[in-house]
């Protein structure tokens, strides 16, 4: 059935075919219901009229013998009155009797005991038919003695013809019987004295099939019953005289059977609808004259409807073949009709498949069929077309993709590998990472070292992906270029913001950490934008205070914080960007700050607060929180680890001059006096001397007024490291050490006077350092002692 | 510091002694001035006896430089001892004067 079902869905023409054969089915179905329904009620009226008629036919028939009878009964009755003495003749009228009916049964002619003397007891003229020919005979004997019979005394006793009830008549002589009704009419004598009766029989079995001969319908039969109800007709012949109409109800009660037996008792006609043996049937019934007897006409329905049932049989025949003729058609025509769309679906796969030049069949048709093959056509057009847009979209994807990987390349060649470690330097340590999220991130570090100073930022562009990467690889080259010539965080950051802000047509920002740390005194500059307060990881575990201010790069007017504060030997700064404590898991949770400073705490317990280490306890956390879910932004930590140990101080010499350079050759020859005592050769104390000279002389020319008298300190100390000049002064705040450099490289022609100063001081000594403390410049040089 | 100038073979020769530094650079200049007006003659800057010189110093010698390119001459030094060279060398001076 399912696979029936499926087969269905799957045929268009059967389905449609299917449904056309239904609807027209039930039309079908309600003219040929409402026809036959009307031709069956013709059919039946006419049966009834049918039945009618034959019935009154029979009955008029039946009247008229019976009739004969009764008049052929009274003339000879008549002839014997008129000729009552003679014996002889009786015999001859009951012969002519015969001779005149054929049809009746016999007659008998009968008279009182000793009537005629010369006859004796019995007289009585019987005429029988014996065959062909009639036989007369004296009726009457000791076996039969007449004047006791039914038929004689009934006329005698009712003083009238009458019929009798019917009874077995037995012929003596030949010894036969036959059941018979009999006519019976008394004779009298002139004084009116009942002399003899005429008995005039008929066969009942010669009326029965009278009767049983009118058949309107094959199968149909008739019955006669008398007075008491007493079978004299039916086809069941053991039924007759012995059983009567109400015998079968009295063991199957039939209220239907016993109505039409008092109907018919009573000599009533009419028509009854029954079931007689477990058979529909009609019954006609109909009172027969004056005998008192009633016949019936029983036609079964199915005799009765039998060619109507064929006519109906042979149209639901012919309407149900037709059908599934029609049905058969109709799947072929549909599927024919359709055939087109079938090879329009093995092109579309071929198609589908790939091969976009495949021929589509031309139908050369105007209906929906060849608009829907020409639509396909047009289809398979656009999609070669659009295909080949997708390959060629495809490609530029690739090749941004590729792009992408460059630039990847180029952003992260930007930040600096390498990073410093105790086995490089004696005073900091610092490792950093980055991870973008895409290929190319939005978040960015640096750092590096100018003169005796730490410079580092750590920063986040808003976004994500190229335009973020861009603008960072923009925050990280403006950050260079105005950190050479400015050691101030808050100023590096306002030039900063400012030139970002001039050219930020697209309203992004970034979140900027700038520090510089002064690397011999442990002095932390600061300035953040908007970023997140990094940790500081020493004694214990703590947040950076921070001003928030504002990210970079919108607000060109803003005027950013400075902030300070003293890194003890041993401390690491964890500067982070949003990317560690809002990394997420699968389910979304927030790594948060107070995971981060768990990690840092545990690392500092576990003495793990190197740059590196610190950085890689963080990843593992962050990794293990993550877990497999995609990484959220881009991820940048940078730790810088303070760890310059202060030496002991093996020399201190000081002089103060007032600023004026006609006490140069003092100073000279105080620094040649240092240098000899350090053990520098002439060659060192030369370029010592020069780079001193050159900041002292800068000093007592720039940091004042034109005629303000103010002294310049000089300090000279030594360990067993490094010889350090300190150049203090109370003067206007001046760092030569952003100041630009000259090129050396230039030709006599282009090259300015002046600008030399801080040159020769950065050429001469290893490292140079300004700083401005408690209103003072404090500029420090440091040479290195080689032992 | 001594600044002697001298004429000899068509050549004007100045003999630097003792130390260029800022406080003796404007005395020096002062000295060295009749070397901005030669025309058509080279200069020779002997310093074998300078002890040390300074960037006031160097820029005494730019300027001499700059004004005899200008009238075609060529300016060179003579002499010059170590120490004073480490100077040049560093500043690059050691890249635009021409050393005897």
Known sequence: ?787 | MNVTIQEQDSNMIAILEGSLDTAAAAETEKAMSPLYDVKGKDIIIDCTDLEYISSAGLRIFLGILHNAGEKGGHVYIKGINDKVRAIFTITGFSNIFEFM
């Open chain 1, 1 to 787: 059935m399912k696979k029936i079902i499926a087969y269905i869905r799957r045929k268009l023409s059967v389905r449609v075919s299917l449904w056309v054969v239904f609807f027209a089915a039930i039309i079908f179905i309600a003219a040929l219901g409402f026809l036959f329904y009307q031709a069956r009620e013709t059919v039946r009226q006419e049966a009834v009229s049918r039945a009618t008629q034959i019935l009154d036919k029979t009955s008029l028939r039946v009247d008229s013998i019976l009739n004969r009878v009764e008049v052929a009964s009274t003339m000879t009755k008549w002839l014997v009155e008129r000729h009552p003495d003679k014996s002889d003749s009786m015999f001859v009228y009951s012969r002519s009797m015969l001779e005149n009916n054929p049809d009746f049964y016999n007659c008998s002619i009968a008279f009182e005991p000793y009537y005629f003397k010369d006859r004796g007891l019995y007289c009585s003229a019987y005429t029988k038919f014996i065959g062909d020919t009639i036989r007369t005979i004296q009726g009457g004997s000791e076996n039969y003695q007449y004047f006791f019979t039914d038929w004689y005394l009934m006329p005698k006793l009712l003083g009238r013809p009458c019929w009798t009830e019917p009874y077995m008549d037995l012929d003596v002589a030949t010894n036969t019987s036959e059941m018979v009704t009999s006519y019976c009419i008394a004779i009298t004598d002139k004084k009116g004295q009942m002399i003899g009766v005429i008995n005039t029989s008929l066969s009942l079995n010669w009326l029965s099939q009278t009767i049983s001969s009118i058949k309107p319908y094959p199968h149909s039969y008739s019955i006669m019953i008398g007075r008491g109800g007493t079978y004299f007709v039916h086809p069941d012949t053991t039924k007759i005289t012995r059983q009567t109409i109400f015998t079968q109800t009295l063991e199957q009660p039939d209220t239907a059977l016993t109505a039409l037996g008092y109907a018919m008792q009573h000599g009533e006609e009419g028509m009854k609808q029954m079931s007689i043996n477990g058979e529909d049937c009609y019954v006609f019934y109909k009172p027969l004259g004056k005998t008192g007897c009633s016949m019936a006409i029983v036609c079964p329905e199915s005799d009765i409807f039998s060619g109507f049932d064929r006519l109906r049989r042979t149209i639901m025949t012919i309407v149900i073949v037709g059908l599934l003729l029609m049905l058969y058609f109709f799947i072929r025509i549909i599927t024919r009709e359709l055939q087109p769309l079938r090879r329009l679906a093995k092109e579309a796969e071929t198609i589908a498949s790939g091969q976009f030049d495949a021929e589509l069949p031309d139908f050369q048709r105007i209906d929906e069929i060849g608009q829907l093959s020409q639509s396909f056509g047009n289809m398979q057009q656009s999609l070669v077309k659009y295909i080949e847009e997708l390959k060629e979209t495809t490609a530029q994807k690739a090749s941004i993709e590729s792009d992408l990987r460059i630039a990847s390349g180029i952003q992260m060649g930007m930040l600096p590998k390498k990073f410093p470690t105790r086995d490089d330097r004696d005073d900091v340590q610092l490792f950093a990472s980055l991870t973008p999220a895409k290929e190319v991130g939005g978040d960015l570090f640096d750092f590096y070292f100018r003169d005796e100073k730490l410079f580092f930022c750590i920063g986040d562009v808003s976004g994500k992906g190229v335009p973020a990467s861009l603008f960072m690889a923009v925050t990280r080259s403006t950050f260079r270029t105005v950190s050479v010539h400015e050691s101030m965080p808050d100023r590096i950051v306002t030039t900063m913001n400012k030139t970002i802000a001039d050219m930020n047509k697209t309203f992004m920002f970034v979140t900027l950490f700038v520090g510089v740390l002064d690397l011999p005194t442990g002095r932390l500059r600061y300035c953040n934008a908007g970023h997140d307060a990094p940790l500081l990881v020493g004694a214990g575990v703590g947040e950076l205070p921070c001003d928030s201010n504002i990210p970079v790069g919108f607000r060109p007017e803003w005027k950013f914080s400075l902030q300070e504060t003293q890194i003890f030997t041993g401390t690491t700064i964890f500067l982070f960007t949003d990317g560690l404590t809002e990394a997420m898991d699968a389910n979304k949770t927030l790594f948060q700050m107070k995971r981060v400073n768990d990690v840092a705490s545990r690392a500092l317990a576990n003495q793990q607060q190197e740059p590196h280490q610190l950085i890689a306890q963080m990843t593992e956390a962050v990794h293990l929180f993550v877990g497999n879910a995609e990484q959220s932004d881009d991820l940048t930590m940078m730790a810088i680890q303070y760890i310059r140990q202060q030496s002991d101080v093996q020399m201190r010499k000081s002089i103060v001059l007032p600023n004026d350079t006609q006490e140069v050759p003092r100073l000279n020859a105080f620094v040649e006096e240092v240098c000899q005592t350090v053990g520098f050769d002439e060659i060192v104390t030369m370029q010592i001397k020069v780079a001193v000279e050159e900041a002292v002389v800068n000093v007592m020319k720039y940091a004042y007024l034109p005629g303000q008298r103010s002294d310049v300190t000089i300090e000279a100390a030594s360990n067993d490291m490094r010889l350090k000049f300190t150049i203090i002064d109370s003067g206007k705040p001046f760092d030569p050490t952003v100041q630009a450099a000259v090129d050396t490289t230039l030709s006599a022609k282009e090259r300015k006077i002046g600008g030399l100063g801080i040159h020769i001081m950065r050429q001469n000594m290893d490292s140079i350092n300004y700083e401005r403390m408690d209103n003072l410049n404090v500029l420090t040089l440091r040479k290195k002692i080689i032992h």
